[in-house]
Protein backbone atom coordinates (compact mmCIF):
# COMPACT_ATOMS: atom_id res chain seq x y z
CA UNK A 1 0.00 0.00 0.00
CA UNK A 2 1.51 3.30 -1.06
CA UNK A 3 2.03 5.82 2.04
CA UNK A 4 -0.49 9.41 0.90
CA UNK A 5 2.61 11.41 2.17
CA UNK A 6 4.48 10.36 -0.08
CA UNK A 7 3.42 12.27 -2.84
CA UNK A 8 2.99 15.50 -0.66
CA UNK A 9 5.86 18.10 -1.13
CA UNK A 10 8.53 18.84 1.21
CA UNK A 11 8.43 22.53 2.75
CA UNK A 12 11.61 24.68 1.22
CA UNK A 13 15.05 23.52 2.33
CA UNK A 14 13.94 20.05 3.23
CA UNK A 15 15.16 16.57 1.35
CA UNK A 16 12.35 14.97 -0.31
CA UNK A 17 11.14 11.38 1.69
CA UNK A 18 13.44 9.18 -0.68
CA UNK A 19 11.03 6.15 -2.74
CA UNK A 20 13.85 4.01 -3.17
CA UNK A 21 12.89 0.16 -3.89
CA UNK A 22 10.83 -2.83 -2.74
CA UNK A 23 12.69 -3.75 0.67
CA UNK A 24 14.72 -6.76 0.75
CA UNK A 25 13.68 -9.51 2.27
CA UNK A 26 13.73 -10.13 5.98
CA UNK A 27 16.82 -11.86 7.27
CA UNK A 28 16.41 -12.48 11.02
CA UNK A 29 20.20 -13.22 11.92
CA UNK A 30 21.45 -10.02 10.20
CA UNK A 31 18.40 -7.79 11.34
CA UNK A 32 19.03 -8.74 14.78
CA UNK A 33 23.30 -8.15 14.18
CA UNK A 34 22.25 -4.62 12.98
CA UNK A 35 19.98 -4.33 16.18
CA UNK A 36 22.67 -5.39 18.63
CA UNK A 37 25.08 -2.74 16.69
CA UNK A 38 22.71 0.07 17.45
CA UNK A 39 21.87 -0.77 21.25
CA UNK A 40 25.52 -1.47 21.84
CA UNK A 41 26.80 1.97 21.00
CA UNK A 42 23.78 3.81 23.20
CA UNK A 43 24.47 1.32 25.40
CA UNK A 44 28.21 3.22 26.06
CA UNK A 45 26.72 6.27 27.91
CA UNK A 46 23.43 4.42 28.84
CA UNK A 47 24.49 2.37 31.09
CA UNK A 48 22.89 -0.03 33.41
CA UNK A 49 19.76 0.14 31.69
CA UNK A 50 19.70 -2.58 28.51
CA UNK A 51 16.29 -3.44 28.36
CA UNK A 52 15.32 0.75 28.34
CA UNK A 53 17.82 0.69 25.60
CA UNK A 54 16.28 -2.29 24.02
CA UNK A 55 13.06 -0.82 23.96
CA UNK A 56 13.41 2.46 22.82
CA UNK A 57 15.23 0.83 19.58
CA UNK A 58 12.23 -0.94 18.94
CA UNK A 59 10.03 1.85 19.01
CA UNK A 60 12.09 3.15 16.33
CA UNK A 61 12.28 0.06 13.95
CA UNK A 62 8.24 0.16 14.68
CA UNK A 63 8.32 4.05 13.38
CA UNK A 64 6.41 4.93 16.51
CA UNK A 65 6.82 7.92 19.30
CA UNK A 66 8.44 7.45 22.35
CA UNK A 67 7.63 8.80 25.49
CA UNK A 68 10.06 8.89 28.53
CA UNK A 69 8.75 9.96 31.70
CA UNK A 70 10.65 9.83 35.06
CA UNK A 71 11.84 12.51 38.01
CA UNK A 72 14.86 14.76 36.88
CA UNK A 73 18.05 13.89 36.38
CA UNK A 74 17.77 10.20 35.20
CA UNK A 75 18.63 10.08 32.14
CA UNK A 76 15.51 10.70 29.69
CA UNK A 77 16.97 13.66 27.66
CA UNK A 78 20.60 11.41 27.42
CA UNK A 79 18.76 8.40 26.42
CA UNK A 80 16.85 10.04 23.38
CA UNK A 81 20.18 12.28 22.28
CA UNK A 82 21.74 8.56 22.56
CA UNK A 83 19.32 7.54 20.09
CA UNK A 84 19.53 10.16 17.68
CA UNK A 85 23.01 10.48 17.81
CA UNK A 86 23.49 6.60 17.01
CA UNK A 87 21.86 6.90 12.88
CA UNK A 88 22.81 9.42 10.18
CA UNK A 89 19.89 10.88 9.97
CA UNK A 90 18.79 14.63 10.80
CA UNK A 91 17.64 15.53 14.44
CA UNK A 92 16.28 18.06 15.86
CA UNK A 93 16.03 19.33 20.15
CA UNK A 94 12.71 21.33 20.77
CA UNK A 95 13.15 22.70 24.84
CA UNK A 96 9.83 23.15 25.43
CA UNK A 97 8.61 25.78 27.29
CA UNK A 98 5.33 27.91 28.82
CA UNK A 99 6.14 30.88 26.16
CA UNK A 100 6.64 28.19 22.95
CA UNK A 101 4.65 28.90 20.46
CA UNK A 102 3.13 26.05 18.00
CA UNK A 103 4.81 27.46 14.65
CA UNK A 104 7.74 27.62 16.84
CA UNK A 105 6.92 23.79 16.41
CA UNK A 106 5.53 23.34 13.40
CA UNK A 107 6.86 26.45 10.86
CA UNK A 108 5.22 29.65 9.63
CA UNK A 109 4.51 31.61 6.64
CA UNK A 110 6.87 34.71 6.07
CA UNK A 111 5.89 37.62 3.27
CA UNK A 112 8.68 37.55 1.00
CA UNK A 113 8.53 40.75 -0.26
CA UNK A 114 10.78 40.19 -3.71
CA UNK A 115 7.97 37.59 -4.64
CA UNK A 116 5.27 39.09 -3.01
CA UNK A 117 3.62 36.04 -1.86
CA UNK A 118 3.85 33.98 1.36
CA UNK A 119 6.56 31.20 2.01
CA UNK A 120 6.86 28.32 4.49
CA UNK A 121 9.96 28.29 6.68
CA UNK A 122 10.14 25.21 8.59
CA UNK A 123 9.90 24.62 12.11
CA UNK A 124 12.24 22.11 13.53
CA UNK A 125 9.31 19.03 13.39
CA UNK A 126 10.93 18.65 10.21
CA UNK A 127 13.68 15.70 11.01
CA UNK A 128 13.74 12.39 11.38
CA UNK A 129 14.26 12.39 14.56
CA UNK A 130 12.83 15.10 17.10
CA UNK A 131 13.94 15.35 20.82
CA UNK A 132 10.83 16.88 22.42
CA UNK A 133 12.38 17.50 25.95
CA UNK A 134 10.19 18.46 28.97
CA UNK A 135 6.95 18.26 26.68
CA UNK A 136 4.82 18.64 29.18
CA UNK A 137 5.82 22.16 30.75
CA UNK A 138 4.45 23.71 27.08
CA UNK A 139 0.89 24.44 27.10
CA UNK A 140 -2.13 22.27 25.98
CA UNK A 141 -2.19 24.68 22.09
CA UNK A 142 1.49 24.18 22.19
CA UNK A 143 1.32 20.81 22.42
CA UNK A 144 -1.78 20.04 20.37
CA UNK A 145 0.45 21.58 17.02
CA UNK A 146 1.89 18.17 17.65
CA UNK A 147 -1.21 16.37 16.93
CA UNK A 148 -1.32 16.06 13.07
CA UNK A 149 2.11 15.27 12.71
CA UNK A 150 2.93 12.35 14.97
CA UNK A 151 -0.37 10.68 13.15
CA UNK A 152 -0.05 11.33 9.67
CA UNK A 153 3.54 12.42 9.24
CA UNK A 154 2.45 15.59 7.63
CA UNK A 155 1.78 19.55 8.95
CA UNK A 156 -0.76 22.07 7.76
CA UNK A 157 -0.06 25.59 7.24
CA UNK A 158 -2.07 27.87 5.24
CA UNK A 159 -3.99 24.86 3.88
CA UNK A 160 -0.60 23.44 2.27
CA UNK A 161 0.49 19.97 3.24
CA UNK A 162 3.97 19.54 4.09
CA UNK A 163 5.32 15.76 4.55
CA UNK A 164 7.96 15.52 7.34
CA UNK A 165 11.19 13.52 6.44
CA UNK A 166 11.10 9.39 6.88
CA UNK A 167 11.47 7.59 9.02
CA UNK A 168 10.44 10.09 11.46
CA UNK A 169 9.90 9.64 15.01
CA UNK A 170 9.22 11.84 17.86
CA UNK A 171 11.05 11.30 21.60
CA UNK A 172 9.56 13.31 24.12
CA UNK A 173 10.63 13.40 27.83
CA UNK A 174 8.23 15.02 30.69
CA UNK A 175 8.36 14.88 34.30
CA UNK A 176 6.23 13.51 36.46
CA UNK A 177 2.20 15.65 36.75
CA UNK A 178 2.54 16.64 40.14
CA UNK A 179 5.71 18.69 39.56
CA UNK A 180 5.24 22.32 39.80
CA UNK A 181 5.25 24.04 36.38
CA UNK A 182 3.80 21.00 34.04
CA UNK A 183 0.79 20.27 32.04
CA UNK A 184 -0.86 17.35 31.73
CA UNK A 185 -1.06 15.73 28.24
CA UNK A 186 -4.29 15.30 26.59
CA UNK A 187 -5.62 11.74 26.01
CA UNK A 188 -5.59 11.80 21.62
CA UNK A 189 -1.76 12.78 22.26
CA UNK A 190 -0.54 10.32 25.00
CA UNK A 191 -2.36 7.78 22.70
CA UNK A 192 -0.52 8.51 19.54
CA UNK A 193 2.99 7.53 21.56
CA UNK A 194 3.83 4.40 20.69
CA UNK A 195 5.29 3.31 23.97
CA UNK A 196 5.64 5.31 27.56
CA UNK A 197 9.18 4.35 29.16
CA UNK A 198 10.92 5.03 32.86
CA UNK A 199 14.32 4.36 33.40
CA UNK A 200 14.12 5.08 37.16
CA UNK A 201 17.14 5.36 39.56
CA UNK A 202 19.85 3.17 38.85
CA UNK A 203 21.05 0.38 41.22
CA UNK A 204 24.32 1.72 43.54
CA UNK A 205 27.09 -0.42 40.92
CA UNK A 206 25.18 0.97 37.81
CA UNK A 207 25.56 4.32 39.23
CA UNK A 208 28.95 3.79 39.69
CA UNK A 209 29.65 2.90 36.75
CA UNK A 210 28.18 6.03 35.28
CA UNK A 211 30.24 8.34 37.15
CA UNK A 212 33.07 6.12 35.85
CA UNK A 213 31.95 6.20 32.37
CA UNK A 214 31.32 10.18 32.26
CA UNK A 215 34.95 10.55 33.97
CA UNK A 216 36.62 8.89 31.17
CA UNK A 217 34.68 11.15 28.66
CA UNK A 218 32.30 8.42 26.90
CA UNK A 219 29.22 10.98 27.09
CA UNK A 220 26.39 11.67 24.56
CA UNK A 221 28.53 14.52 22.90
CA UNK A 222 31.24 12.05 21.67
CA UNK A 223 28.77 9.22 20.45
CA UNK A 224 29.18 8.41 16.42
CA UNK A 225 26.49 7.13 14.30
CA UNK A 226 26.71 3.44 13.47
CA UNK A 227 23.85 2.82 11.38
CA UNK A 228 22.86 5.39 7.77
CA UNK A 229 19.84 6.51 7.25
CA UNK A 230 19.25 3.68 3.94
CA UNK A 231 19.55 1.11 6.84
CA UNK A 232 17.10 2.63 9.09
CA UNK A 233 14.70 3.04 6.64
CA UNK A 234 15.17 -0.34 5.58
CA UNK A 235 15.33 -2.63 8.60
CA UNK A 236 11.60 -0.38 9.08
CA UNK A 237 10.41 -2.26 6.14
CA UNK A 238 11.50 -5.21 7.16
CA UNK A 239 9.84 -5.31 10.22
CA UNK A 240 6.58 -5.23 8.43
CA UNK A 241 7.73 -8.60 6.84
CA UNK A 242 6.99 -10.24 10.20
CA UNK A 243 4.54 -12.80 10.37
CA UNK A 244 1.63 -12.47 13.07
CA UNK A 245 -0.56 -15.71 13.26
CA UNK A 246 -4.19 -15.16 12.64
CA UNK A 247 -4.91 -16.41 16.91
CA UNK A 248 -2.56 -13.96 18.13
CA UNK A 249 -4.61 -11.24 15.91
CA UNK A 250 -7.84 -12.23 17.84
CA UNK A 251 -5.53 -12.47 20.96
CA UNK A 252 -5.10 -8.75 20.87
CA UNK A 253 -7.81 -7.74 20.35
CA UNK A 254 -9.23 -9.72 23.46
CA UNK A 255 -6.62 -7.93 25.69
CA UNK A 256 -8.10 -4.86 24.52
CA UNK A 257 -11.38 -5.33 25.08
CA UNK A 258 -10.57 -7.24 28.49
CA UNK A 259 -9.04 -3.47 29.02
CA UNK A 260 -12.51 -1.44 27.98
CA UNK A 261 -14.34 -3.47 30.58
CA UNK A 262 -12.67 -3.11 33.52
CA UNK A 263 -14.86 -1.37 35.93
CA UNK A 264 -12.42 0.79 36.54
CA UNK A 265 -12.02 2.07 33.36
CA UNK A 266 -12.67 5.22 32.06
CA UNK A 267 -10.94 5.06 28.72
CA UNK A 268 -9.56 1.72 27.53
CA UNK A 269 -7.36 0.66 24.81
CA UNK A 270 -8.19 1.97 21.31
CA UNK A 271 -7.95 0.25 18.07
CA UNK A 272 -4.75 2.39 17.28
CA UNK A 273 -3.23 0.84 20.85
CA UNK A 274 -4.16 -2.25 19.48
CA UNK A 275 -2.13 -2.01 15.69
CA UNK A 276 0.45 -0.07 17.89
CA UNK A 277 0.96 -3.69 19.80
CA UNK A 278 1.14 -5.07 16.68
CA UNK A 279 4.15 -3.10 15.49
CA UNK A 280 6.04 -3.23 18.16
CA UNK A 281 5.79 -6.97 18.84
CA UNK A 282 6.75 -7.54 14.93
CA UNK A 283 9.63 -4.82 15.47
CA UNK A 284 10.55 -6.78 18.94
CA UNK A 285 10.49 -10.55 17.18
CA UNK A 286 12.83 -9.35 14.50
CA UNK A 287 15.51 -7.81 17.47
CA UNK A 288 15.81 -11.38 18.49
CA UNK A 289 16.05 -12.89 15.25
CA UNK A 290 12.25 -13.95 14.76
CA UNK A 291 10.56 -13.81 11.61
CA UNK A 292 7.07 -14.30 13.90
CA UNK A 293 5.79 -13.14 16.49
CA UNK A 294 4.86 -15.30 19.58
CA UNK A 295 2.82 -14.60 22.41
CA UNK A 296 5.76 -13.35 24.89
CA UNK A 297 6.21 -10.63 22.47
CA UNK A 298 2.83 -9.51 23.18
CA UNK A 299 2.60 -10.19 26.98
CA UNK A 300 6.12 -8.36 27.22
CA UNK A 301 5.64 -5.49 25.24
CA UNK A 302 1.49 -4.65 26.29
CA UNK A 303 2.57 -3.04 29.78
CA UNK A 304 5.18 -0.51 27.96
CA UNK A 305 2.36 0.16 24.61
CA UNK A 306 -0.83 0.41 26.25
CA UNK A 307 -0.24 1.71 30.26
CA UNK A 308 -0.51 5.48 29.45
CA UNK A 309 -3.50 4.92 27.06
CA UNK A 310 -5.67 3.75 29.94
CA UNK A 311 -7.17 6.18 31.93
CA UNK A 312 -8.70 4.67 35.10
CA UNK A 313 -11.61 6.55 36.98
CA UNK A 314 -10.43 9.41 39.97
CA UNK A 315 -11.64 6.56 42.30
CA UNK A 316 -9.04 4.04 41.38
CA UNK A 317 -6.49 6.97 40.70
CA UNK A 318 -6.90 7.45 44.23
CA UNK A 319 -6.52 4.28 45.14
CA UNK A 320 -3.19 4.09 44.20
CA UNK A 321 -4.31 1.97 40.81
CA UNK A 322 -2.99 2.51 37.39
CA UNK A 323 -3.18 2.03 33.62
CA UNK A 324 -0.18 -0.64 34.08
CA UNK A 325 -2.48 -2.15 36.53
CA UNK A 326 -5.15 -2.43 33.89
CA UNK A 327 -2.78 -4.14 31.18
CA UNK A 328 -1.63 -6.78 33.66
CA UNK A 329 -5.05 -8.19 34.65
CA UNK A 330 -5.87 -8.34 31.48
CA UNK A 331 -2.86 -10.21 30.64
CA UNK A 332 -3.70 -12.25 34.04
CA UNK A 333 -7.35 -12.72 32.69
CA UNK A 334 -7.54 -13.96 29.10
CA UNK A 335 -6.36 -17.17 27.75
CA UNK A 336 -3.02 -17.33 25.26
CA UNK A 337 -3.98 -18.95 22.55
CA UNK A 338 -2.41 -22.55 21.96
CA UNK A 339 0.21 -23.33 19.25
CA UNK A 340 -0.54 -19.44 17.74
CA UNK A 341 2.84 -19.84 15.35
CA UNK A 342 0.94 -22.80 13.52
CA UNK A 343 -2.60 -21.51 13.42
Not at 140 to 151: D, H
Not at 196 to 206: E, I
Request: with cysteine.
Amino acid sequence: MTDPSSSLPSPPGQPSRPTGSAPAALDPAAFASRFQTLTHNMGRVIQGKPEVVHLAVVCLMAEGHLLLEDVPGTGKTSLARALAGSVSMSWNRIQFTPDLLPSDVTGVSIFNQATHDFEFRPGAIFANIVVADEINRASPKTQSALLEVMEERTVTNDAHMYSVPRPFMVVATQNPIDLEGTYRLPEAQLDRFLMRLSLGYPSPDQEVMVLRTQKDGATVDHLQPVMSQEIVAGMIEQVRQVQVAPALEEYIVALATATRQAPEVRLGVSPRGSLALLRASRAAAASVGRAFVSPEDLKNLAPAVWGHRIIVSAEAELQGRSGADVVVRALDSVPVPRNPVNA
